[in-house]
Nanobody, 115 residues
Framework: QVQLVESGGGLVQPGGSLRLSCAAS????????MGWYRQAPGKQRDLVAT???????NYADSVKGRFTISRDNAKNTVYLQMNSLKPEDTAVYYC?????????WGEGTLVTVSS
């Protein structure tokens, strides 16, 4: 059984930084695209960033220039470096991965940007 486990969320002041991690574990043959989505209270879940197995990133316009997605294929882990955080970045951040052509989600980690 495959699991995605996120870590790194928390409370940060506006302008601050956080780094999220998500590790895939279990019976895995191949990890394809990985990514991060977020859901603010009362809103739908939206794409933040994705990265292909070859390392090509894609970002939502709202985070371009502030967030960086990366991955370590040897560890089946994806990262999200978040800089210059804004209150509107407050949300539950979910890890997503296509593993052996099935879609998996993590349980989410809360990021709160507030003074």
């Amino acid at each position: 059984q495959v699991q995605l486990v996120e870590s790194g969320g928390g409370l940060v002041q506006p302008g601050g930084s956080l780094r999220l991690s998500c590790a895939a574990s279990g019976s895995i043959f191949r990890v394809n695209a990985m990514g991060w989505y977020r859901q603010a209270p009362g809103k739908q879940r939206d794409l933040v960033a994705t990265i292909t197995s070859g390392g090509n990133p894609n970002y939502a316009d709202s985070v371009k220039g502030r967030f960086t997605i990366s991955r370590d294929n040897a560890k089946n882990t994806v990262y999200l470096q978040m800089n210059s955080l804004k209150p509107e970045d407050t949300a539950v951040y979910y890890c997503n991965a296509n593993i052996d052509y099935r879609n998996y989600w993590g349980e989410g980690t809360l990021v709160t940007v507030s003074s």
